[in-house]
Each structure stands twice: as C-alpha cells, then as structure tokens.
C-alpha cells in the first residue's frame, strides 16, 4: 500500500507539466468557440489521441497510479484548460469505468479499445443510466433487457437522457432492468456494440454550461445485443440476482447495483473537475484583482476583495485534499466508511460553483461578459453539482453512511 503524500513524485510532475501544457497551449484556445458551437470538438480530441492523452492507455496507468493522484491530476489539468472540451476528451472514462467495474477480462479486451479507436479514427463510448423518470431515483429505471434463450440474446427496450456522448458513441454502456422486482438490484449493464439496428439517438440537449460535451436521448428499440454482451456474463448476474432475492426475503448481506459500482468510482475524478474549474475562475480573477484599478488603486488593495480571494482559495485546496484522500483510499481498496468519496464530489462541486460565481464578481462587468472566460467556467461549474449524484444525493449517501440509518 503507498503512503498517503501530498506531494507528487517526478514522475508525477512531469506528466502534470505535460497535461498542463496540452490543457494551456491546445484546450484553453478552443474553448470560446466550441462553447458558441456546441458541438463534440472532435478536432481536439483527434491531438488529444494524437499525443497519447485520448487512450486507454493513459487513463490505465493514472489509474493504476498506487499514490491515488494520477487521474485526479489528469482531470484537474484537463478542466483547467475547459469542462465543456475536457468532458469531450474524458467522458468515454465512464463507459469505460463501467465496463472495468463489471465486466470479464475477456469483455475488458474486446470493448474498451472500440470505445477509444485510435488517433486517425477516434470514437467515443457513452454511460446511459439516466431515464426522464429515473435521475437521482435510479430504482425507478424502465428500460428493459429481456433474455431470449433460444438466441442467447438480450433484447433491450426504453429510452435513456442526458447521456453524454449518446448517439455518437462507438459502443454505448446501457444500464437496464433485469427482474423488476429487485428495484436497483435487479439492474445489469449491458454493451451495445457499434451500428447496432434500434438504437437511435433522440433529442441532443441544448446546455446552460459544458456545451462542448453533447448530451442526448438514447433510444432503444427491439435492440438484440449477443449474450455475451452482458457485463460480467450470464452465470455471474444470475448468482448476484439470486443473492438479492435471497437477502429481499432474509436481510442478507447487501448486494452492490451495476450504475452504483460505476458511480463510486468516478465519484473522486468528478470532484477533481470541480478543482479543475475552481482553480482556472480563481487564477483569472487573482491576475485580474492585481491590474485592475479603481479609486487610485489595484481592486486587490481592499480586503473586500483580497478576502475572497482568500477564501476561494483556501477552498480549492481543502476540495483538492478530500479528493486526493477519497482517490487514494479508493486504490488502496480503504473502504469508505464515512462515504469519503462523496464527501470529495460534494464538496470540491459546491467550491466549483462558489468560487466561479465569486471571480464573476472579482470581474465585475467583464466577469459578466463572454470577452472573459469566467463567465463560461460560472456556467460549466454548474453541472458538477448535478451529474453523478446531485450534491442532495451526495449528503443523503453521506448521512446514511455516517448513521446507519435510511434516511430520505
Ligand atoms: C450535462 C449532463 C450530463 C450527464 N451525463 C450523464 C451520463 O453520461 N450518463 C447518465 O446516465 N446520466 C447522465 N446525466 C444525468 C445525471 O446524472 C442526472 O441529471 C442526475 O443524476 C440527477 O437526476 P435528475 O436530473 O433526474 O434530477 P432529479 O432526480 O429529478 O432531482 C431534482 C432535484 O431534486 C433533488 N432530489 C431528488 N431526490 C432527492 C432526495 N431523496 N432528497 C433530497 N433531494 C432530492 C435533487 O438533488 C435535485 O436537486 C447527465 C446530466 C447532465 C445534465
């Protein structure tokens, strides 16, 4: 088990630099523009693949990083540069966490290089768990997976929402009931590999921030996906499934659902965006508070204002702290016994949207306008506190966490 430091390693700084270079000199030019656009900027992605920061590979050995720190280093550099590109270049790490949390190693092998491609034809892969009745209340999921025995196949019915990268993705991770009786332990995930006929992309949502990232429907009609399509395989879902039938009649040991053994995972690297994002709005009204003058003097020059900045500072490192924490316990296979990954996600989010909203006001009317781009960071930081569990959901995991209560 590595040490917990707060110190990177050379190893560490170096690919740091490099990251930050990449998020300084390719992703903060771009942002202004893809954000007016709207669209996937598969252009940044294509030099993200080209210099090996779009690849499984990459995302592998920050992951293995036994100090916890490689990918909420990578992220917090990436966001710096811009949420909305980042979430573009790192969105295809959900489907891919979903896939490393519940499927074979064979499955592990054959999906997960589809979901990325490589630098000439790159492809992105998409998380679909969220329905339009089914957001933070994941038991209440429709989509169905039926098995059709004679075919060893599952036919897969419903329409998923809010999927980032749904309809463009290359292979798509769908989460769908298996036996409706279990509520969320009756769930299982599912690849739907590419060209698959009956999955549709439906509405593509116009956003408030990340408007780089695309986010849309994912219909599915009569889509048939082979057996072996089913994360973890059919013997492992049914023992899992049994063991939950089993435990809803005797209160047996709990029994973990697909969406949330994805969730838990990714739960830290959310919270390092957050810092990502906090820490770029803050840098900006740091550089503006020091040039801009008013009354014969830098804005800084007024505790009014030297204050928050403290303050926001003071935040971002604190976020940054619990994020580390929750990532290196996470590798170190720590259990949270104080739900410390989303304590991290709570609190690094939050900080996003206090600390964005607080440069906003550091730049006064320029904050206010698109010339600077805290407007845009005030707009991303926005999504942090709703995807992957809202900031409500986050202390309801937390407070039943700490009290061994069901509390609502
Ligand atoms: C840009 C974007 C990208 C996304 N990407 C993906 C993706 O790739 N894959 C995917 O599956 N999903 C994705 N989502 C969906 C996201 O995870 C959900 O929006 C989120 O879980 C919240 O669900 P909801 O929107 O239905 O809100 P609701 O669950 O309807 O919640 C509405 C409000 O009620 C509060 N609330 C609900 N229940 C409680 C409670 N018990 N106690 C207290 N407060 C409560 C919530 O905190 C929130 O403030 C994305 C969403 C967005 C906006």
């Known amino acids: 088990m590595a040490e917990f430091t707060m110190e990177l390693n050379d190893e560490q700084k170096e690919v740091r630099d490099w990251l930050h270079g990449f998020a300084a000199d390719v992703i903060r030019p771009a942002a202004a523009e893809w954000d007016e656009r709207e669209e996937t900027p598969w252009p940044v992605i294509q030099e993200a693949a080209k210099v090996g920061i779009y690849s499984l590979d990459f995302y ?163 889509v048939r996906v082979p057996g072996s399509c089913l994360l973890g395989g059919k013997e492992r879902l049914d023992q899992r499934l049994a063991r939950a039938r089993e435990r809803a009649k005797t209160g047996g040991e709990r029994v973990k659902n697909a969406a949330m053994a994805t969730f838990e995972a990714s739960r830290p690297a959310v919270g390092a965006m957050a810092v990502g994002t906090a820490r770029a709005a803050y840098e900006v009204a740091l550089d503006y508070a020091k040039t801009r003058e008013q009354f014969g003097r830098p804005i800084i020059d007024n505790q009014g204002v030297a204050f928050q900045l403290a303050d926001m500072r003071t935040s971002i490192d604190a976020a940054r702290l619990l994020v580390w924490r929750a990532s290196w316990m996470a590798i170190n296979g720590k259990q949270f016994t104080a739900a410390e990954g989303s304590m991290s996600k709570l609190f690094a989010s939050e900080t996003a949207k206090k600390v964005t909203a607080q440069a906003v006001q550091i730049l006064g009317g320029n904050g206010y306008t698109r010339e600077y781009p805290v407007e845009r960071m005030h707009r991303d930081a926005a999504i942090y506190t709703i995807f992957e569990g809202t900031s409500e959901i986050q202390r309801l995991v937390i407070a039943r966490t700490l009290s061994g209560m069901s509390i609502r």
């Open 60 to 222: 592998a050995q920050q992951y293995f990083d036994p100090t916890g720190l490689g990918i909420p280093m990578a992220m917090e550099e990436l966001f710096w540069g811009d949420a909305g590109i980042a979430l573009s270049i790192v969105g295809t790490g959900l489907a891919a966490v979903g896939v490393l949390a519940n499927g074979t190693e064979e499955q592990i092998g054959t999906w997960i290089p589809q979901m990325y491609g490589d630098a000439n034809d790159v492809k992105v892969a998409a998380f679909c768990s969220s329905e339009p009745d089914a957001g933070s209340d994941v038991a209440s999921m429709r989509t169905r997976a039926v098995y059709d025995e004679a075919k060893d196949e599952w036919v897969l019915n419903g329409t998923k929402t809010w999927a980032t990268n749904g309809g463009i993705a290359n292979v798509h991770v769908v989460v769908a009931v298996v036996d409706a009786e279990l509520g969320s332990k009756g769930h299982a995930s599912f690849i739907v590999p590419p060209n698959t006929p009956g999955l549709s992309q439906g509405q593509k949502f116009k956003k408030h921030g990340i408007r780089a990232s695309h986010t849309a429907e994912v219909v599915l009609e009569n």
